[in-house]
């Protein structure tokens, strides 16, 4: 009886390092989805017999999904930052895959992206989770290849310990007790974008449109909570 072996190695992904505009910032991504090629089929009947023909029509990408820890992530905050304030940038950068001994596996870039989405965890004073922001980034362009080998440089440090689910403290000009507020919800900012296709080009450019801030809820003690019955009485009224 043989035993088939192989000396290649299943593919597996511990540790991911995010460079922006060919900077290598240390935030710890805990999970990347998406940054793929999508295409839409059609599917055409030809005359009265039961065969069709199938085939691509527009392509589109759908955006990166990243999850990451504020510690060591000014970059990407700065440049959340920037979208909120309808200070637009678009940023090139590359996530790279690498195993659990940092060793590169594969290499993700994008080109001319723009931050679409980005969400905040529930908050609870009672919590003992970690806290980590999740940002949708859509590009115009993405290369996907094998990475050439070498391990990643970016010091990844600590998963995430400066930042907990239960370390918030809410601020409202005029009503000093929201600051004994003990629980947020998730809540999610989003940038819209409109896809064009334009010319001979199978990609869309993207463009910014509107940006959309939730509301915010949140729970406090009733003991805390007169001025903020008092403003709700004022509102209603």
Not at 129 to 135: D, L, S
Request: charged share 25%; net charge neutral; aromatic share 12%.
């Amino acid at each position: 009886m043989s035993t088939w072996q192989t000396d290649k190695r299943s593919y597996t992904a511990g540790y991911f390092e995010l460079q922006i505009d060919g900077h290598a910032t240390s935030a710890y991504l805990k999970s990347v989805d998406g940054g793929y090629v999508r295409t839409s089929l059609v599917d055409e009947p030809i005359g009265p017999e039961n065969l069709h023909i199938k085939h691509t029509s527009t392509v589109d990408i759908e955006p990166f999904t990243l999850d990451f820890g504020l510690s060591g992530a000014n970059d990407v905050l700065k440049w959340i930052q920037g979208s909120w304030r309808k200070s637009w940038s678009r940023r090139n950068g590359q996530i790279t895959h690498a195993d659990f001994d940092l060793c590169k596996t594969f290499e993700h870039e994008f080109y001319d992206a723009l931050i679409t989405e980005t969400a905040f965890p529930a908050l609870d004073g009672s919590s003992k989770e970690t806290a980590y922001v999740k940002i949708k980034i859509q590009p115009e362009k993405v290369i996907s290849k094998k990475a050439s080998g070498g391990q990643i440089q970016s010091k990844m440090g600590a998963k995430q310990k400066l930042w907990m689910c239960s370390g918030f403290r809410l601020n409202i000009d005029g009503l000093d007790e929201a600051k004994y507020t003990n629980k947020i919800e998730s809540f999610t900012i989003k940038q819209g974008v409109k896809k064009l296709y334009t010319g001979a080009d199978r990609f869309p450019q993207i463009e910014p449109t509107k940006i959309e801030f939730p509301n915010l809820v949140g729970t406090i003690a009733l003991e805390y909570a007169d001025k903020q019955l008092d403003w709700y009485d004022r509102y209603v009224s």
